[in-house]
Structures are given as C-alpha cells and as structure tokens.
C-alpha cells in the first residue's frame, strides 16, 4: 500500500498516539484506503487516574485526522471514516500472532474489499 496525503496524515496521527499516552506501546498496523487496523496496547491502568478508554483512544485518533484531511481538503465535509470501530482482546501469544499476521497480509485482500476501487497507478516522471 502507497498512502495518499490522508494515509500520511493517519499514519502521523497514530504515531503521535504513542507520544501523547505513556501508557500505550503501538505494536503492528497497516492504513488501508478505507479503514485501519493496529494493535494498541495498554501497558499500565491507574485506577486511581482518570485514564483514557480504548474508546476514547480510537474517537480521538479519528477526530484528529478527520480535522487534518479535511482541512487538506479545503474544509470539505465529507466523511473519512467509517461509524464505530470493532475491538478484539487479545489474551494469548498465539492470538496476537494470529493477529498481527491478518494485519500485515491485509493489503493482499484489498481487491476483495467491499468498497475496493481500481485505481490506475500514477505516472512516475
């Protein structure tokens, strides 16, 4: 996958997740042209903090990178993701095994995505 200008802005935007939460490691994860998966982990939980959710994680990421692409865009206000995210738990090594190889041979399912569009590859000059 080749990112375009929003790919590049989603890809700054979750690594500035690791920068602003000292209490998440990002582990794998691919931006494809219509969704994203990662891997988020959350290494310590103070309950005595008021810490973030995974929810709130996800709906912030999202939030900022919506800001960006559109304001790329000159404040068009179409939609850049998808409603809601799904979560899995992942609690065994083999399970995060399993997953991060769904993750990395993602782009090799594109074409057999649902919203998936050919399109032409750009003339290198």
Known sequence: MLPNAAGIIAHAQWQATREMRANVELHEYIIMPNHMHGIL????????AC???LG???????????????AQQG?????????????NVIRSEEAYLAMSRYIQTNPLRWENDLYFVHTPPVPKR
């Open 41 to 48: 982990e959350i290494t310590d939980v103070n309950e005595t």
């Open 51 to 53: 810490e973030a959710t």
């Open 56 to 70: 709130d994680m996800v709906r912030g990421y999202k939030s900022a990178v919506t800001r960006q692409v559109r």
């Open 75 to 87: 404040g068009a206000q179409s939609a850049v993701w998808q409603r809601g995210f799904y979560e």
